[in-house]
T-cell receptor
Framework: GAGVSQSPSNKVTEKGKDVELRCDPISGHTALYWYRQRLGQGLEFLIYFQGNSAPDKSGLPSDRFSAERTGESVSTLTIQRTQQEDSAVYLC????????????FGPGTRLTVL | KQEVTQIPAALSVPEGENLVLNCSFTDSAIYNLQWFRQDPGKGLTSLLLIQSSQREQTSGRLNASLDKSSGRSTLYIAASQPGDSATYLCAVRLNTGTASKLTFGTGTRLQVTL
């Protein structure tokens, strides 16, 4: 079956521009997660959704970051006024249920801010 | 704050060898622990998920153990193959309100040579 997909696979943008990253989870998965991996660093948790709700946004690095999910399906991560330190691979994952279940990851979006 | 450490950071072994990757975490109140592999340019692939009540999980040539009280997990790879070359990540999920947040280690980069 189809796994988690993300688009675009690569995004190069200029400092100060806004970007939107998209995640399509596995069909039927109620939970969705966003992570960030900066070069040479470990994965950093950003936010998770249970259905369309995000109970904990404390992992978002700044108020320039926002995320939404609609129809208990697609999610978009938006970064406003991008900075060079936002350059990273942004990974999305989904799981059937929140909590104990295995998280399945997408291939990621590599964001480069010039 | 949960911290996850993986040792060694990098490992190179000849094909056929058995090997052990180590993961340690500072907060033993975990919900579960998951091992992933990450291939260059690709997302994470889940290998094994161990619930906090379990001691080990096996899948093919892989065996993961969990000692929650000492804050340690090991991933044993038997009869290593060049295709096992990847970065291996362990991640723990805390047994708290944000039970869906995964905290990742920085990974062990494995190279299996012919």
């Amino acid at each position: 079956g189809a796994g988690v997909s993300q688009s675009p696979s690569n995004k190069v943008t200029e400092k100060g521009k806004d970007v939107e990253l998209r995640c399509d989870p596995i069909s039927g998965h109620t939970a969705l997660y966003w992570y960030r991996q900066r070069l040479g660093q470990g994965l950093e948790f950003l936010i998770y959704f249970q259905g369309n709700s995000a109970p904990d946004k404390s992992g978002l690095p700044s108020d320039r970051f926002s995320a939404e999910r609609t129809g208990e399906s697609v999610s978009t991560l938006t970064i406003q006024r991008t900075q060079q330190e936002d350059s990273a691979v942004y990974l999305c994952a989904s799981s059937l249920v929140l909590g104990t279940d295995t998280q399945y990851f997408g291939p990621g979006t590599r964001l480069t801010v010039l | 704050k949960q911290e996850v450490t993986q040792i060694p950071a990098a490992l190179s072994v000849p094909e056929g060898e058995n090997l052990v990757l180590n993961c340690s975490f500072t907060d033993s109140a975990i919900y579960n622990l998951q091992w992933f592999r990450q291939d260059p340019g690709k997302g994470l692939t889940s290998l094994l998920l161990i619930q906090s009540s379990q001691r080990e999980q096996t899948s093919g040539r892989l065996n993961a153990s969990l000692d929650k009280s000492s804050g340690r997990s090991t991933l044993y790879i038997a009869a290593s193959q060049p295709g096992d070359s990847a970065t291996y990540l362990c991640a723990v999920r805390l047994n708290t309100g944000t039970a869906s947040k995964l905290t990742f280690g920085t990974g062990t980069r494995l190279q299996v040579t012919l």
